[in-house]
């Protein structure tokens, strides 16, 4: 089985930055591609940023220029760099993996979130 792993979040004041990981593990394993949501309370779960086997990035516009998605293929790891943090950027992160257990069946993970909260 694979698991997600997050870690990165917390408490920054307006204007800063954080960098959030998120770290695929397991055996027999191949990954499509990575992203970021996040759920603010009372909301649904919005895309914030993918970036799929290719390399190539997609943002949601309430982000771009401010946020870099990024991947170490070698680590199965995603990264979410947040830069100009705004209080409306604070919800819970959640890392999303898509690929296929070799051999086997696709499959779609969601890690356990990590809060981030953008406040002075």
């Known amino acids: 089985q694979v698991q997600l792993v997050e870690s990165g979040g917390g408490l920054v004041q307006p204007g800063g930055s954080l960098r959030l990981s998120c770290a695929a593990s397991?055996?027999?394993?191949?990954?499509?591609?990575m992203g970021w949501y996040r759920q603010a309370p009372g909301k649904r779960r919005e895309l914030v940023a993918t970036?799929?086997?290719?390399?190539?990035?997609n943002y949601a516009d309430s982000v771009k220029g401010r946020f870099t998605i990024s991947k170490d293929n070698a680590k199965n790891t995603v990264y979410l760099q947040m830069n100009s943090l705004k209080p409306e950027d604070t919800a819970v992160y959640f890392c999303?993996?898509?690929?296929?257990?070799?051999?086997?069946?696709?499959?779609?993970?969601w890690g356990q979130g990590t809060q981030v909260t953008v406040s002075s």
């Open positions: 999303n993996a898509n690929g296929v257990y070799i051999p086997g069946s696709y499959f779609s993970l």
């Open positions: 397991g055996s027999s394993f191949s990954i499509y591609d």
């Open positions: 970036i799929p086997s290719d390399g190539s990035t």
